[in-house]
């Protein structure tokens, strides 16, 4: 019991030292040169940029792992064409 007491303590402690690291670089984030600060028109068009670039890296991580099945295909392939030894996967 003692153990989950003290891994809610380490958790609460780690959500205030998040929340002291937010509050130590807010102000210095506001002070940054040109600042941070969009107007309201640019708004959608930040959110369209952020979706497009999801949609981005989704497809670079499904094509990676297209990649990785077709290697995996020529493997078995060669494995059982050249030198006869089968892949059986039992479920």
């Known amino acids: 019991m003692i153990e989950y007491v003290r891994s809610a ?5 780690g959500i ?7 509050e130590f670089l807010q102000p210095r ?5 040109g600042g941070l600060e969009l107007p309201d028109w640019a708004a959608p068009s930040l959110a369209i940029g952020a979706l497009l ?15 990785t ?8 392939l060669i494995l059982d064409q050249i030198f ?3 892949v059986e996967v039992r479920a």
Do not use: C
């Not at 303590?9 to 402690?13: C, G, L, R, T, V």
């Not at 670039?53 to 990649?67: D, E, F, K, M, P």
């Open 9 to 13: 303590i380490d958790f609460a402690n």
């Open 16 to 22: 205030s030292l998040a929340y002291e690291a937010v």
């Open 29 to 33: 984030i506001e002070q940054l040169p």
């Open 53 to 67: 670039s999801l949609v981005v890296l989704s497809g670079v991580a499904i094509s990676s792992l297209a990649v």
């Open 69 to 76: 099945l077709t290697a995996l295909l020529l493997v078995a």
């Open 84 to 86: 006869g030894v089968t």
